[in-house]
T-cell receptor, first 112, second 111 residues
Framework: SQTIHQWPATLVQPVGSPLSLECTVE??????LYWYRQAAGRGLQLLFY??????ISSEVPQNLSASRPQDRQFILSSKKLLLSDSGFYLC???????????FGPGTRLTVL | DAKTTQPPSMDCAEGRAANLPCNHS???????VYWYRQIHSQGPQYIIH???NNETNEMASLIITEDRKSSTLILPHATLRDTAVYYC????????????FGQGTELSVKP
């Protein structure tokens, strides 16, 4: 069966510090991968998606970047965090269309 | 992707059917209707999706109007654990399959 992992579960970082959130999927190959952010009390915003290794599409201009160094690994990064980067970050995958997306447990990031 | 409109909140009595409406008047012929829900502090959970026929699975039923401009998600016997935010999304099955979430409907199931 397929499993999606995200870590860490929670993170508190000072403004200006770097960020690296990791997402991995097990039990499948060549998944589509996605990063979403949910600010407090708001809906989910799609940040990045990837249909293959090294292929990243950015949905909104922002302070973050994404990379996909391996088929089942998706990384969200920032060189310098802003207060507005606080939120609940969710990784998701689907095996292909028109399948549904499966979401990971999320990382709650607080930037102070 | 077509935009969806949902009521911000709804209440439902435990054991009764919960009917959650969604308007998607600008939907195009190749866009599917998807429903997800998000329980507090968890990732969204897929519920059901359809193109033009009504669909049913172990979680819910999806009723899509003939003109496809609106749909209704039905939870036949709501329980307290169904309290969540429910998102209706229309999506084309290309562009990497991305989902564009709106604000959803916050369903409160009350005893």
């Amino acid at each position: 069966s397929q499993t999606i992992h995200q870590w860490p579960a929670t993170l508190v970082q000072p403004v200006g510090s770097p960020l690296s959130l990791e997402c991995t999927v097990e039990g499948t190959s060549n998944p589509n991968l996605y990063w979403y952010r949910q600010a407090a009390g708001r809906g989910l915003q799609l940040l990045f998606y990837s249909v293959g290794i090294g292929q990243i599409s950015s949905e909104v201009p922002q302070n973050l970047s994404a990379s996909r160094p391996q088929d089942r690994q998706f990384i969200l990064s920032s060189k310098k965090l802003l207060l507005s980067d606080s939120g609940f970050y969710l990784c998701a995958w689907n095996p292909g269309l028109p399948s549904e997306q499966f979401f990971g447990p999320g990382t709650r990031l607080t930037v102070l | 992707d077509a935009k969806t409109t949902q009521p911000p909140s709804m209440d439902c009595a435990e054991g009764r059917a919960a009917n959650l409406p969604c308007n998607h008047s600008t939907i195009s012929g190749n866009e599917y209707v998807y429903w997800y829900r998000q329980i507090h502090s968890q990732g969204p959970q897929y519920i059901i999706h359809g193109l033009k026929n009504n669909e049913t699975n172990e979680m819910a039923s999806l009723i899509i109007t003939e003109d496809r401009k609106s749909s209704t998600l039905i939870l036949p016997h709501a329980t307290l654990r169904d309290t969540a935010v429910y998102y209706c999304i229309v999506r084309v099955n290309n562009q990497g399959g991305k989902l564009i979430f709106g604000q959803g409907t916050e369903l409160s199931v009350k005893p």
